[in-house]
């Protein structure tokens, strides 16, 4: 099991005993098989707003400590969180497209701003959202592909996306394949190595962390080696461009085609796989392909927002699968059985 | 029955130094179930040959209107010309039978001054129509559906006819009317998305293409007619290819225009040259560098006609004092600037590739030694 999914257990175990996710933290040893839990609207309202919560389908929530209690009262599931839990968590930044890196430029690779790299980077981190309007969805999609423990100050015009959003991923079966990746990158904690990080992530290049050279990856990063001196990273691009070519695309686990806003986590098995798609655009994308190493026969999608989406356009070679999501809103999640 | 899929390499580099792009060639993977035809369209039955026909009376003096009576008459003279048929109905019966779904890729990015004008495009399908070929079989298409809406050609059209696009918009949101079973893969500039996809209009419902292009300049390729027209105008992700300054046109263009089955099925090329654009094109968005050669040009081979393109481009900059489209000086480029370069026809935002049309021609989508191209040339 993830750290991150342990952390969003001393969350939702935060829920029953009234403690703080920290102090459930202290107190616990989190079951092996707990299913991963949903992030958290901090709501600052008070009770008198519960039936607008109740409509929009949330039943848990952070509240400020002196209206935890009435919450409660209320038939809300509550964690108290006040200025000191923020204070302790780290801020992330609003998933968007921020611009474009190269305006005027025929690729027009878009900048986006994500935060996966900093939860794949701290799985047992505690992280918070302050969200401007018409970004809790993608958010809360966000924090859950990637089983962090997170809380979210949203704008209360996004209640009902937000509690749909939530109503999804509840409808989503519980997994905790391990991580898939192609890179390893032994973190040092220097912004360098984050930036690597975040454009290793927003360039779908599979990574985990690792506390020394693993193995399994055809590629393990240590900057400041020989190999990878830390002068590269001052362009963090440009290094990210020699991780890629040092790997091989014909390596890479996943590729994706007919897009750059899609940033993709990969979990599996061998057997079975968990695809999550988050669609940072904010626009809605039509036949997103993908390519899986391996041979998968079934292939199931659910996309927030959307009617049933059938994967079509099937292709297995000998390496790979290959298909495509025929509409993507701001989140699908793709289950693939051998 | 599962096709078996054709997968080619086609590496760039064994091509003659003079055609070079600037730094190292890309590699280019072609993945497709299409054969080719026995005969493909490109270069077709005509290699090398070109029919160009001119009146001065296709537009008024100003060049703003075009005349639809003058433009039938230059149609029905090209095509027999081409053909070498007595009757027009006649030589458009040698390329299209009542069974073919027709698509008609016209060119709508030079709006609002040089795009494939609705009087060819309607004379188009009315020849069409009269070989027997139904409104509902036939399709006239572009990637954008933006600029089609801007064109607008269903008031020039039958009831019927398809007007088709297979995107919303320059944007990169719409893929689904791409084929994933038909692409060019290549890394140019270290893109995430390697993938050059076909239209499944083109791959899955066409029978026959007829390409109406412009005689435009253009900041990437030099010029920009009857190859870049059907090829960077059937495929998704194309604009990746040119990047600060550098462009890969040189070898992607013929690259996507040798697949199969866009190849086989492109059997005629019209070329709209009643106006042109003799700097900063592909765009036209006002009249400041727009000419008219009251041309229209036919023919099956693309590279001959786009042959003949390259100069009539070169030679209109020439008269106006511009640089040549074959100049590679780097003091001339000021990349990503395309304000400086609407502003001054001495500005280059890339270094131009018109080295395309003879890639393509290495290929064997033409031929592209003007020796040995046969240029008919009509006057009314």
Same mark, same amino acid.
């Given at each position: 099991?993830?750290?991150?999914?342990?952390?969003?257990?001393?969350?939702?175990?935060? @829920?029953?005993? =009234?403690?703080? %996710?920290?102090?459930?933290?202290?107190?616990? !040893?989190?079951? &092996? +098989? *707990?299913?991963?839990?949903?992030?958290?609207?901090?709501?600052?309202?008070?009770?008198?707003?519960?039936?607008?919560?109740?409509?929009?389908?949330?039943?848990?929530?952070?509240?400020?400590?002196?209206?935890?209690?009435?919450?409660?009262?209320?038939?809300?599931?509550?964690?108290?969180?006040?200025?000191?839990?923020?204070?302790?968590?780290?801020?992330?930044?609003?998933?968007?497209?921020?611009?474009?890196?190269?305006?005027?430029?025929?690729?027009?690779?878009?900048?986006?701003?994500?935060?996966?790299?900093?939860?794949?980077?701290?799985?047992?981190?505690?992280?918070?959202?302050? @969200?401007?309007? =018409?970004?809790? %969805?993608?958010?809360?999609?966000?924090?859950? !592909?990637?089983? &962090? +423990? *997170?809380?979210?100050?949203?704008?209360?015009?996004?209640?009902?996306?937000?509690?749909?959003?939530?109503?999804?991923?509840?409808?989503?079966?519980?997994?905790?394949?391990?991580?898939?990746?192609?890179?390893?990158?032994?973190?040092?904690?220097?912004?360098?190595?984050?930036?690597?990080?975040?454009?290793?992530?927003?360039?779908?290049?599979?990574?985990?962390?690792?506390?020394?050279?693993?193995?399994?990856?055809?590629?393990?990063?240590?900057?400041?080696?020989?190999?990878?001196?830390?002068?590269?990273?001052?362009?963090?691009?440009?290094?990210?461009?020699?991780?890629r070519r040092r790997l091989g695309d014909e390596n890479r686990s996943l590729r994706v085609y007919g897009t750059e806003t899609v940033i993709c986590r990969l979990t599996g098995d061998g057997a079975r796989a968990r695809l999550s798609l988050l669609n940072y655009s904010g626009r809605e994308l039509g036949g997103v392909r993908l390519r899986l190493r391996g041979n998968y026969g079934r292939v199931e999608a659910r996309a927030f927002g959307l009617a049933r989406v059938e994967p079509e356009d099937f292709v297995n070679d000998e390496t790979a699968t290959e298909f495509s999501v025929p509409r993507l809103g701001i989140y699908a999640v793709i289950e693939l059985k051998k | 029955m599962k096709r078996r899929t054709f997968v080619q390499l086609l590496a760039a580099t064994p091509l003659a130094s003079t055609i070079q792009a600037k730094g190292d060639a890309p590699k280019y993977?072609?993945?497709?179930?299409?054969?080719?035809?026995?005969?493909?369209?490109?270069?077709?039955?005509?290699?090398?040959?070109?029919?160009?026909?001119?009146?001065?009376?296709?537009?008024?003096?100003?060049?703003?209107?075009?005349?639809?009576?003058?433009?039938?008459?230059?149609?029905?003279?090209?095509?027999?010309?081409?053909?070498?048929?007595?009757?027009?109905?006649?030589?458009?019966?040698?390329?299209?039978?009542?069974?073919?779904?027709?698509?008609?890729?016209?060119?709508?990015?030079?709006?609002?001054?040089?795009?494939?004008s609705h009087e060819i495009v309607a004379e188009t399908v009315r020849n069409l129509t009269a070989v027997g070929v139904k409104p509902q079989q036939i399709y006239i298409y572009e990637r954008f559906q933006g600029q089609l809406d801007q064109v607008n050609y269903a008031p020039s059209l039958p009831e019927g006819v398809n007007i088709f696009a297979a995107e919303r918009a320059n944007a990169r949101n719409d893929n689904q009317n791409y084929d994933p079973r038909v692409y060019v893969?290549?890394?140019?500039?270290?893109?995430?998305?390697?993938?050059?996809?076909?239209?499944?209009?083109?791959?899955?419902?066409?029978?026959?293409?007829?390409?109406?292009?412009?005689?435009?300049?253009?900041?990437?390729?030099?010029?920009?007619?009857?190859?870049?027209?059907?090829?960077?105008?059937?495929?998704?992700?194309?604009?990746?290819?040119?990047?600060?300054?550098?462009?890969?046109?040189?070898?992607?263009?013929?690259?996507?225009?040798?697949?199969?089955?866009?190849?086989?099925?492109?059997?005629?090329?019209?070329?709209?040259?009643?106006?042109?654009?003799?700097?900063?094109?592909?765009?036209?968005?006002?009249?400041?560098?727009?000419?008219?050669?009251?041309?229209?040009?036919?023919?099956?081979?693309?590279?001959?006609?786009?042959?003949?393109?390259?100069?009539?481009?070169?030679?209109?900059?020439?008269?106006?004092?511009?640089?040549?489209?074959?100049?590679?000086?780097?003091?001339?480029?000021?990349?990503?600037?395309?304000?400086?370069?609407?502003?001054?026809?001495?500005?280059?935002?890339?270094?131009?590739?018109?080295?395309?049309?003879?890639?393509?021609?290495?290929?064997?989508?033409?031929?592209?030694?003007?020796?040995?191209?046969?240029?008919?040339?009509?006057?009314?």
């Open positions: 099991m993830r750290p991150g999914a342990v952390a969003c257990v001393f969350a939702l175990m935060a @829920l029953f005993t =009234g403690f703080s %996710a920290d102090q459930v933290r202290k107190q616990a !040893a989190a079951p &092996a +098989d *707990a299913p991963s839990a949903a992030p958290l609207i901090y709501w600052s309202a008070g009770v008198e707003t519960a039936e607008a919560l109740k409509r929009a389908g949330i039943e848990r929530i952070a509240a400020p400590p002196d209206k935890a209690e009435a919450w409660r009262g209320a038939g809300f599931k509550v964690v108290a969180a006040g200025q000191a839990e923020f204070d302790r968590r780290e801020k992330l930044l609003t998933p968007r497209i921020a611009g474009r890196a190269d305006v005027a430029s025929a690729t027009r690779r878009p900048w986006i701003d994500a935060n996966g790299w900093r939860f794949a980077r701290n799985p047992a981190g505690e992280f918070y959202y302050d @969200l401007p309007q =018409g970004k809790a %969805a993608m958010a809360i999609a966000e924090a859950f !592909a990637y089983n &962090a +423990d *997170a809380v979210l100050k949203i704008d209360p015009a996004d209640l009902t996306e937000a509690g749909a959003m939530f109503a999804f991923i509840k409808n989503l079966t519980g997994e905790n394949y391990p991580l898939v990746a192609d890179i390893g990158v032994i973190d040092d904690k220097s912004p360098e190595t984050g930036e690597v990080m975040n454009l290793l992530a927003r360039r779908n290049l599979l990574f985990d962390v690792v506390a020394v050279p693993a193995p399994q990856f055809r590629v393990n990063i240590k900057l400041g080696s020989k190999e990878y001196p830390r002068v590269e990273a001052a362009n963090p691009s440009e290094f990210a461009q020699k991780i | 993977k072609v993945v497709t179930p299409y054969k080719p035809a026995a005969m493909p369209g490109m270069p077709g039955p005509y290699p090398g040959k070109v029919v160009s026909v001119k009146s001065a009376k296709c537009l008024s003096e100003d060049g703003l209107k075009i005349d639809g009576e003058a433009v039938s008459e230059m149609m029905e003279r090209g095509m027999r010309a081409l053909a070498g048929d007595a009757k027009a109905i006649d030589s458009w019966r040698r390329f299209f039978t009542p069974d073919d779904v027709v698509g008609i890729k016209v060119n709508a990015g030079g709006r609002p001054w040089v795009v494939s893969e290549a890394d140019f500039f270290g893109e995430d998305d390697t993938r050059s996809n076909m239209m499944r209009l083109v791959s899955q419902k066409l029978t026959k293409i007829i390409n109406i292009p412009n005689m435009k300049d253009h900041g990437a390729t030099g010029a920009t007619g009857c190859l870049k027209n059907i090829a960077y105008g059937s495929f998704s992700n194309v604009a990746r290819t040119h990047n600060r300054g550098v462009s890969h046109t040189l070898s992607f263009v013929g690259a996507l225009a040798a697949v199969e089955p866009l190849r086989s099925k492109t059997v005629l090329q019209i070329m709209d040259g009643l106006r042109g654009v003799w700097h900063g094109g592909p765009f036209a968005p006002t009249l400041k560098y727009v000419f008219f050669p009251r041309t229209i040009m036919f023919g099956t081979d693309p590279v001959a006609i786009d042959r003949l393109l390259l100069d009539v481009i070169d030679d209109e900059r020439k008269r106006r004092g511009a640089i040549s489209i074959w100049n590679r000086d780097e003091k001339t480029l000021d990349f990503n600037n395309g304000g400086d370069r609407d502003k001054d026809p001495n500005v280059n935002i890339i270094i131009r590739e018109p080295g395309h049309v003879e890639y393509a021609g290495n290929l064997g989508l033409g031929i592209h030694d003007k020796r040995e191209i046969e240029v008919k040339e009509i006057e009314l």
